[in-house]
């Protein structure tokens, strides 16, 4: 699968000696799948949940040496994620949706997504046979860039020695990418969800190199903000991973058509919480306020950005009370976004043109 390009178009390119940049991502669902012989391929395993700072230094490496060798960049990940497989119930929730890997992958550059369906019976493959049969045979890398904590095969049996070992001998070499840090330790996933497990999406931004994000679709809810005079959006979240409750400065991403349109942006103030001034205690219900539109949204598919928290959720006297206390939201959020207008700007699309 080829989106946004053409795979005659990438023939007439390689034919030609051309690099295919701007053609886009190739998707391939599968080592079994892979229909041609990669050229040159520089490669990279692993989950990649979040696509935050640490990974995109691998990244950055891979598609940086696949360029140098006139060859292609590629990602071998897994889906499910192997802990929803093999520890269901200790799982860590995950931060993006296999959608928005997939965008973030191909924005940081990378030719060839394989995206590999983890099973039990996967599970059970030994860490030699994963090395000769998908690496080698199916790939075919000349070089392998990994992660310094990187375990592969049945049980996580696989070592960095091993494959440092193997690689050499199957004819591709293998470089371990140091951890990057912020603030003195380490970036990684799970700090990440800690961060948003306390309302940190402005450090968890840090992490991550762009705002914490979570997409889904408008949905209709209760018109209690309505009532109030502050209309608001609600998200049925697809992510997996919400920050804590509060009221959040924020930023609507249009995906899809119509008014407004894909790719526009609206600064926001978002409710995420149980709405405790009427005893509403179901599920967590995340409600933005558009700060600078009125209409209906019913239906659109969004990624809402968290930019700051403002304050953690409160339950009030009365309706009255808390329509004061939105007025007072909108109007933080308001100097918030102001005094960082770069919040609220387009993504650049992949390959790093900007969204109109």
Do not use: C
């Not at 493959?125 to 998908?134: G, K, S």
């Not at 894909?262 to 001034?277: E, F, S």
């Not at 600078?292 to 009030?316: I, M, S």
């Amino acid at each position: 699968m080829r989106w946004p390009g053409k795979r005659a178009a990438e023939r007439r390119g390689r034919a030609a000696g051309i690099r295919r940049g701007g053609l886009g991502l190739e998707l391939v669902r599968g080592t079994g799948s892979l229909s041609r012989r990669i050229e040159r391929p520089v490669l990279t395993i692993g989950n990649f949940d979040g696509v935050h700072l640490g990974h995109r230094a691998i990244l950055e490496t891979v598609v940086g040496r696949a360029r140098s060798l006139a060859g292609e960049s590629v990602l071998l990940t897994f889906e499910p994620h192997p802990r929803k497989v093999l520890q269901p119930d200790r799982s860590p929730s995950l931060l993006v949706t296999l959608d928005q890997k997939v965008e973030l992958i191909e924005a940081a550059g990378i030719d060839v997504l394989i995206v590999e369906p983890f099973d039990m019976e996967f599970a059970r493959t030994p860490p030699a046979e994963f090395v000769t049969e998908y690496l080698h045979r199916r790939i075919g890398p000349t070089e392998v860039y990994v992660g310094y904590d990187f375990h592969f095969g049945k049980d996580r049996e696989g070592s960095m020695r091993l494959l440092t070992e193997t690689g050499p001998r199957l004819g591709f070499s293998v470089t371990i990418i140091p951890e990057v840090t912020v603030d003195d330790r380490d970036v990684n996933s799970t700090r990440i969800r800690d961060l948003l497990g306390r309302g940190g999406v402005e450090e968890a931004g840090k992490l991550l190199g762009r705002p914490f994000s979570v997409r889904g679709s408008i949905v209709e809810g209760m018109k209690r903000g309505r009532e109030m005079g502050f209309p608001t959006a609600n998200l049925a979240p697809d992510s997996e991973t919400l920050p804590s409750p509060g009221v959040y400065a924020s930023a609507v991403h249009f995906l899809d058509d119509g008014e407004p349109g894909r790719g526009q942006v609206m600064p926001a103030v978002t409710n995420l919480g149980y709405r405790p001034t009427f005893d509403d205690r179901r599920d967590l219900v995340a409600e933005a306020h558009l700060l600078d539109f009125e209409g209906d949204l019913y239906g659109r598919k969004v990624d809402l950005d968290f930019l700051a928290l403002l304050r953690g959720e409160q339950k009030f006297e009365s309706p009255e009370a808390l329509g004061e206390q939105i007025r007072k939201d909108v109007a933080e959020a308001e100097r918030w976004i102001a005094a960082r207008p770069e919040s609220a700007l387009p993504r650049e699309s992949p390959r790093g043109e900007r969204e109109a």
